[in-house]
């Protein structure tokens, strides 16, 4: 008891430090990445969901089957073909990005993707048959059609935002990968914290562990009351 | 348990120095784990390891005055090189001290291990022989990593590191890295101790013991065929 006292006390003292120096650039870091990347996710992921559950085709299973694999897509799997992509003189080296964090917000999206498309397409799917039919008498594009049926399952949908932003915010194996964890640049919570516990420093790397929950507490919270104010009208 | 530092696991040398001694023992099984040398000394000292192979002169001191060492011996030696992307071995000469002090006025990239490593302890020391402070340049780029991903990260971003001769043989070939023309000298040696943590069971002495006593006999043959260089590490004393 009395070692993981002490851990939470360092731990304590190092959140009360204030946000200075390493901690300030590592959470500013780890914020625009994740909202970008659950940004471009959600972008891609709701649309591609919304026709998935919407539309009758054949394969529409087989599509299921992958996208739903891909929601389970390990991370370090992610990471190691996107370095190969990225690798100079891979098919993308060209752009330069490996280790930097456009190559961290590529990974992250990559991750998080099926997710918004697979939580979309299956809030759409549940949709009651008489609504479908409903929508599918409408003389609507196919853009508004599927406008109209994210806000009948808004809630649903809601939750895919929120599931892609966790897969985002917790994910470490990709991001140290092709990130590779540089102070000041590629540095984010989760990296800093295995990087920490790498090196016995306990008390910080359970200190950025806090904030790290604390983010994902904040923005699950926005979603919720976004949720429920609209479920609500 | 075994704990040693990165480079050695990183160079593929430690994983082949106890596939050989259980080839020789069977029934024994060695597990190896490769942290940072600040880090392996750390699981000694809470017990979590058996035997250490460290390469952090300043740190094994410490250990050692604690008088938490069953015994210690310097048994295996290899260099630091500096390496980097390719042509600056032309612009680039003179000792170790040197070759920094233009890195730093030409503003170079540079890359450091940043872990606590003996690796990232020898290159403070050099940076402090040399005169300069690099922490917080814009150049100088910290990974906290192990050997194997900083040499991957100081190829694509073009920068100099200091690596361990042998991690940096076991990826050259991969890589488009190159090392730099540093002179020679005794400043450049990286000794590895094998030291047995005071308590550990009569196996892990006996590994230990093999290793400080075998390594001249083994270490030829290995150099050959990991490496296909004869004398990258060699035995101490």
């Known amino acids: 008891m009395g070692f993981l006292l002490e851990v939470f006390r360092d731990a304590l003292s190092a959140l009360s430090g ?16 994740a909202f970008v990347a659950t940004g471009i996710s959600v972008l891609i992921g709701v649309p591609l969901g919304t026709t998935l559950g919407l539309s009758e085709f054949r394969g529409k ?27 100079r003189g891979g098919p993308f080296g060209a752009w330069g990005i490996l280790f930097t964090p456009a190559a961290m917000v590529l990974a992250q999206a990559m991750l998080a993707i099926p997710i918004a498309v697979g939580l979309t ?71 800093a914290i295995v990087q920490e516990t790498r090196q016995a420093q306990f008390g910080q ?23 429920f104010k609209d479920a609500a009208r | 348990m075994v704990a040693a530092g990165t480079t050695l696991v990183d160079s593929g040398l430690m994983d082949a120095l106890a596939d050989q001694y259980e ?71 003179g000792t170790i001290e040197e070759v920094l002090i233009e890195i730093a006025a030409a503003g170079l990239q540079f890359v450091s291990r940043a872990d606590g490593s ?14 300069i402070d690099p922490s917080g340049e814009p150049w100088y780029r910290e990974t906290g990593q192990g050997m194997g991903l900083t040499l991957l990260v100081a190829d694509q971003r073009s920068a100099v590191t200091l690596s361990e001769r042998g991690s940096f043989v076991a990826v050259a070939d991969r890589l488009g890295l190159a090392p730099l023309d540093v002179s020679p000298s005794a400043d450049l040696a990286n000794p590895y101790r094998v030291t047995l943590v005071v308590g550990s069971s009569d ?21 050959r065929a990991l490496f296909g260089e004869d004398d990258l590490y060699r035995a101490a004393g």
């Open chain 1, 18 to 33: 204030g946000l200075g120096g390493d901690l300030g650039s590592v959470v500013w870091l780890t914020s625009w990445i």
């Open chain 1, 61 to 87: 299973r087989a599509t299921t089957v992958l996208v739903n694999t891909g929601m389970g897509l390990p991370p370090v799997l992610a990471g190691l073909v996107l370095l190969l992509l990225l690798w």
């Open chain 1, 121 to 191: 397409a299956s809030a759409i799917s549940g949709l009651p048959l008489a609504a479908k039919e409903q929508l599918a008498a409408f003389q609507l594009s196919p853009w508004n059609r599927g406008a109209v049926a994210v806000r009948e399952v808004w809630p649903a949908v809601g939750g895919a935002v929120a599931a892609a932003f966790g897969r985002v915010i917790s994910e470490v194996g990709a991001v140290l990968i092709v990130g590779g964890n540089i102070r000041g640049e590629t540095r984010v919570l989760t990296t």
């Open chain 1, 205 to 227: 790397a359970l200190a950025f562990g806090f904030v790290l929950l604390g983010m994902a507490l904040v923005v699950n919270a926005g979603i919720t009351w976004l949720q």
């Open chain 2, 23 to 93: 080839s020789a023992n069977p029934g024994v099984e060695v597990s190896v784990v490769g942290e940072a040398s600040a880090q392996v000394l750390e699981l000694g000292r809470r017990g979590a390891a058996d035997v250490l192979v460290t390469h952090a002169p300043a740190l094994e001191e410490l250990f050692l005055a604690d008088g938490l060492a069953e015994f210690s011996e310097i048994a295996i030696t290899s260099d630091f090189v500096l390496v980097g992307p390719p042509g600056l071995e032309d612009r680039l000469t």
């Open chain 2, 118 to 131: 003996g690796t990232n302890e020898r290159e403070i020391l050099f940076w402090e022989a040399a005169g």
């Open chain 2, 203 to 223: 196996a892990a002495s006996d590994f230990a013991r093999w290793l400080i006593d075998q390594a001249p006999n083994v270490l030829p043959d290995l150099n």
